[in-house]
């Protein structure tokens, strides 16, 4: 049985603005055949297990041609896999969306359209340009910029100008000059408001506010590329009051979250809502060991330990994991106090249905060694990662407390796609989020030998993560606590622009 095409707007760039539909569609994808206009954020949220292929247009190379897309696309469906076609914004709108469907329709493949936010609507809002407004324009006019080669502009100037209303020409930079002056010479007046956005809705948005007559110039000089949106109407005029978008507290900071994919969410998604340009990273991933002797060991004599003492919330997951796969529960636990290293970790110790006994007021390990030594009287079991930090063994030592450390999980490093962290790391200052000494430790061994780090702006969750940096010439803040809202808000004191 064939497959179904489903036709999905990715809408222009911000990942926040793909429908829920598309979302969920796109979650089931076999198959996910994409253009060059949809943004990175969008690509990042395809399935591993779904095939990419990628029609776009790279630089110095040719797309791939519409026939060629039309038969990848039925070559798909017709071997029974449910195929995905992402367009930047809406997929009917300049999008060649029709065309595809045409060859579906005709060879009897099912299909559905998933529309999407349109670039043409949600880049001049990012600009801060509504389209239409009761005072200024009642009507918009969504035209193409884009002539056939060597053909001049098939735009309908007199009409457009007589009709009034706000105009939004999509794929016009190349035509810029073109374009005004054929509004120019129809008619509209040179003091008209106009105005460019350039990769509306992403981090890396710009804008430019002149008038018809202006505009080419302004343009030129900010060298705006495409993708963009040019805006001709009094509503142009508002894009500086109404002006919201790149008012964020981090907009245009790239910034980079190391942390393992499975933590990173909450961190990357409170930067991105600060308007930052996150790049996720993961420098490190986890994971938990198999039972061993060692384990076995421990999980039998459970009840000879006072306390169970947590540095990390992966140290929480990996041990209760192996309870339970072990057929043990809670009650194996009900004598054991305690402690977690930081909230993260109590919270993490909450989902197992168990309040920490004790979590220190400063959020280390040095704090918690110390709070432990105070408190235990018994043995100290710490189940945490393989190469945990030696100051934890050390402080109790010294302070004459029994205790077993048990590895529950490894750490790995990072090996994988570096280009756009390279790219990012010679243009200028960036801001590197660290929540943990490996990750300082993978951040580091991912690059390539001989990459400067003079353009790395640390932000480190703690001293021991901090002192880490210094190890490697990394220049770095601390958070005032341990905490990632505190991390925020020292990434939010370190902004470079
Ligand atoms: N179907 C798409 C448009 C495809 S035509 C949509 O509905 O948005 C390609 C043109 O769309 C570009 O030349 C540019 O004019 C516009 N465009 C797409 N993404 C954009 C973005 N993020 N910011 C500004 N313009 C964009």
């Not at 179904?4 to 429908?19: E, N, R, Y």
């Not at 900010?222 to 500086?240: R, T």
């Not at 009287?377 to 205790?403: C, D, N, W, Y």
């Not at 505190?486 to 902004?495: D, N, R």
Request: proline content about 5%; aromatic content about 6%; charged content about 20%.
């Amino acid at each position: 049985m064939a497959g179904k095409v489903t036709l999905v707007g990715a809408g222009p760039g911000d990942a926040g603005l793909l429908t829920r539909k598309g979302e969920k569609v796109l979650q089931t994808a076999e198959v996910v055949v994409y253009d060059r206009l949809v943004g990175r954020d969008i690509l990042a949220l395809i399935p591993k297990s779904a095939e990419k292929v990628d029609v776009g247009k790279q630089p110095q190379q040719h797309p791939v041609p519409q026939w060629r897309i039309n038969e990848l696309l039925l070559a798909y469906a017709k071997a029974g896999k449910d195929v995905v076609r992402l367009k930047g914004g809406d997929p009917f709108l300049f999008g060649r969306g029709g065309e595809e469907l045409a060859g579906l329709a005709r060879e009897g493949i099912p299909f559905e359209v998933v529309p999407g936010v349109t670039s043409a609507l949600a880049a001049p809002a990012y600009g801060g340009i509504p389209v239409t407004h009761r005072e200024f324009a009642s009507s918009v006019h969504i035209i193409t910029g884009h002539a056939k080669a060597g053909a001049p502009l098939n735009i309908e100037f007199h009409a457009l100008v007589e009709a009034g209303g706000t105009c939004v020409f999509l794929m016009g930079v190349s035509a810029l000059g073109e374009i005004c002056r054929g509004l120019l010479e129809a008619g509209k007046p040179g003091t008209t408001p106009a105005a460019l956005v350039e990769r509306g809705t992403l981090p890396v948005q710009r804008k430019v506010v002149a008038t018809l007559e202006t505009l080419e110039q302004a343009a030129r000089e900010q060298s705006i590329q495409s993708p963009a949106v040019i805006i001709v109407g009094e509503v142009a005029a508002l894009a500086e009051e109404f002006d919201w978008f790149s008012k964020q507290p981090l907009f245009g900071e790239r910034i980079v979250v190391t942390r393992p994919k499975n933590r990173a969410g909450r961190l990357s998604e409170q930067l991105r809502n600060l308007g930052g340009d996150v790049l996720e990273y993961p420098c490190i991933r986890t994971v938990p060991r198999e039972r061993n002797e060692e384990i076995t060991q421990a999980l039998a004599t459970l009840s000879q330990y006072e306390w169970c003492a947590f540095t990390s919330p992966a140290g929480v997951e990996a041990f209760f994991q192996m309870l339970w796969k072990s057929r043990m529960d809670s009650r194996a636990v009900s004598g054991l106090r305690f402690a977690a290293i930081g909230p993260a970790t109590a919270k993490a110790l909450e989902g197992w249905r168990i309040r920490a006994d004790y979590v220190p007021e400063i959020y280390d390990t040095e704090h918690l060694a110390l709070g432990l030594a105070n408190l235990a009287s018994g043995a100290v079991l710490l189940p945490r990662a393989a190469m945990g930090s030696p100051m934890l063994t050390e402080i109790l030592t010294e302070k004459g407390i029994p205790f077993t450390d048990l590895p529950v999980y490894d750490t790995e490093y990072r090996c994988g796609e570096t280009a756009l962290l390279l790219d990012w790391l010679k243009a200028g200052k960036t801001l590197v989020t660290f929540t943990s000494s490996s990750t300082v430790r993978g951040f580091v061994r991912s690059l390539p030998q001989g990459i400067g780090l003079e353009n790395v702006q640390g932000v480190s969750i703690g001293k021991q993560t901090a002192a880490e940096c210094q190890k490697h010439g990394i220049s770095t803040v601390i958070a005032q606590q341990a905490t990632i809202d505190s991390l925020i808000q020292s990434v939010l004191e370190q902004k470079t622009n």
